[in-house]
């Protein structure tokens, strides 16, 4: 199954995995703080070249236009499943390094949790968290798809990655955006927070009807590695927000480390997301 030629041409990643074995390496358990921030243009010269275009492009107007563009769900409906198959031809045989589809790295997420005994919804957000990734196929670059999320609006953390890219973000020379809350007021709550662009938000917004709140942070903000991991952004946060962060860190454990060399096998696994998606969605759902 050849990839898709839908993806933008602004694709300085040989392929969306290596994105997932940067995070894996960037946020190792047990690395200390200098170990983590170790990556640079030379180290990782396709992620480098990936933020540079990230924090370039990710202006507030950016944001603004793509959620217009994108959160009324106007993209047509699919099941879970054929969302699922359609992010597949993201998917390169001819890639030497995985042959692993999209589906079988959903799944082995989702069987992790499952596996640790989590309640259902738990293993379902495992399956549907990385399913806004279709946005590549709708013609999105990989820098407006994946990535570290951050607010736009007001000024960056220096815990996101590689923050000397946004000095050529239109965003960095407007004085109001580079204040410490911007357009926003002190711990107005990140629903009222505009976040970078990309498969989080996207996936957010087409579960908002289906999921439990829980559910809903860890697909808004599993991306959010400055606020999670480095507690960044708490001027903006409610009480609320930090709380249900909590659950945001148990679903990021399965989401950097639930990959593994045996391929789940999906005739087995079938019946039982069946039935799982019949739980909580309809046939169909908007996208």
Not at 71 to 93: H, P, Q, R, Y
Not at 192 to 197: C, L, R
Not at 201 to 211: A, S
Not at 228 to 249: I, P, Q
Request: charged share 25%; with cysteine; proline share 5%.
């Amino acid at each position: 199954m050849a990839a898709t030629t839908a993806v933008s041409t602004d694709a300085p990643l040989k392929d969306m995995d290596e994105w997932d074995d940067f995070l894996t390496g960037r946020y190792k358990e047990g690395k200390s703080e200098d170990d983590f921030r170790q990556y640079d243009e030379h180290a990782t010269p396709g992620v480098a070249e990936f933020y540079r275009l990230n924090h370039q492009h990710q202006s507030f107007d950016y944001v603004m236009a793509k959620e217009k563009e994108y959160f009324g769900l106007n993209k047509g409906e699919k099941s879970i499943w054929e969302a699922a198959e359609f992010l597949n031809t993201l998917v390169d045989d001819s890639d030497p390094d995985t042959d692993l589809t999209q589906i079988e790295h959903l799944l082995q997420t989702s069987e992790a949790i499952r596996k640790d005994g989590h309640p259902r919804w738990f293993v379902l957000t495992g399956f549907i968290h990385d399913l806004g990734k279709v946005l590549c196929l709708w013609g999105e670059p990989q820098w407006g798809v994946v990535g570290d999320t951050f607010p736009v609006g007001c000024a960056y953390s220096d815990q996101i990655v590689f923050p000397q890219y946004f000095k050529a973000n239109p965003d960095f020379n407007n004085p109001l955006y580079q204040t410490k809350y911007g357009i926003y007021e002190p711990n107005c709550g990140l629903s009222n927070v505009h976040m970078s662009f990309g498969h989080d938000g996207y996936i957010g917004e087409v579960m908002k009807n289906y999921m439990p709140e829980e559910s809903l942070y860890m697909l808004r903000y599993h991306s959010f590695y400055a606020a999670h991991r480095h507690g960044a952004y708490r001027h903006l946060m409610s009480d609320h927000d930090v709380k249900m962060f909590e659950w945001v860190n148990k679903f990021n454990v399965y989401d950097l480390y639930s990959k593994g060399h045996t391929k789940p096998n999906l005739k087995e696994l079938k019946p039982y997301y069946d039935d799982l998606f019949a739980e909580f969605f309809p046939a169909k759902i908007a996208w």
